[in-house]
T-cell receptor, first 111, second 110 residues
Framework: GQNIDQPTEMTATEGAIVQINCTYQ??????LFWYQQHAGEAPTFLSY????GLEEKGRFSSFLSRSKGYSYLLLKELQMKDSASYLC????????????FGGGTRLMVKP | EAQVTQNPRYLITVTGKKLTVTCSQN?????MSWYRQDPGLGLRQIYY???????DKGDVPEGYKVSRKEKRNFPLILESPSPNQTSLYFC?????????FGPGTRLTVL
């Protein structure tokens, strides 16, 4: 079966940096996604990694190590609006059409 | 505005009463998918479609049907809903690697 693990909850302070980890054990791998989901809303796309290394996009960066089955999402200069759930998802199948999600990490940003 | 729409947004029904949740996208995306989201279980894929008349099962297809007769629409059909299908449902379409999610449909089956 597929297994994607991420912490259930994290708390951080406004202006700080936080790293959300994701480990996966899946049969097949076509890439790893990070999504942000505010309470009561739909997930929105943050990043996609298919090769090892760091992808940076503004205040958000995502890292992937395929050999370790490991990824992290790094959020810098935290803002109150960053309080949300962060979902790690692995793309599977020949064309990456199946998407398996972790349980999500609920991040609370405090003043 | 580019978007994915779902209807209804909220639905309370009873066991065994057939229902359809509609999903429509205006971005001409070939790929569409349905997910359900439950506390502690995260998002789980129900069905996906690569293009018109091409559908395939995701992780949790039991109790659901889909159809893809037109590129823009991908309805989710529950022929005989049961209480364990009470959930938050999301439709999505994809362009390259980015999925665009609809606003969600909160379904309660009594």
């Amino acid at each position: 079966g597929q297994n994607i693990d991420q912490p259930t909850e994290m708390t951080a302070t406004e202006g700080a940096i936080v790293q959300i980890n994701c480990t996966y054990q899946t049969s097949g791998f076509n890439g790893l996604f990070w999504y942000q989901q505010h309470a009561g809303e739909a997930p929105t796309f943050l990043s996609y990694n298919v090769l090892d290394g760091l992808e940076e996009k503004g205040r958000f960066s995502s890292f992937l190590s395929r050999s370790k089955g490991y990824s992290y999402l790094l959020l810098k200069e935290l803002q109150m609006k960053d309080s949300a759930s962060y979902l790690c998802a692995v793309s599977l199948g020949n064309a990456g059409n199946m998407l398996t999600f972790g349980g999500g990490t609920r991040l609370m940003v405090k003043p | 505005e580019a978007q994915v729409t779902q209807n209804p947004r909220y639905l309370i029904t009873v066991t065994g009463k057939k229902l359809t949740v509609t999903c429509s996208q205006n971005m001409n995306h070939e790929y569409m998918s349905w997910y359900r989201q439950d506390p502690g279980l995260g998002l789980r894929q129900i069905y996906y479609s690569m293009n018109v008349e091409v559908t395939d099962k995701g992780d949790v297809p039991e109790g659901y049907k889909v159809s893809r007769k037109e590129k823009r629409n991908f309805p989710l059909i529950l022929e005989s809903p049961s209480p364990n299908q009470t959930s938050l449902y999301f439709c999505a379409s994809k362009y390259y690697n980015e999925q665009f999610f609809g606003p969600g449909t909160r379904l309660t089956v009594l």
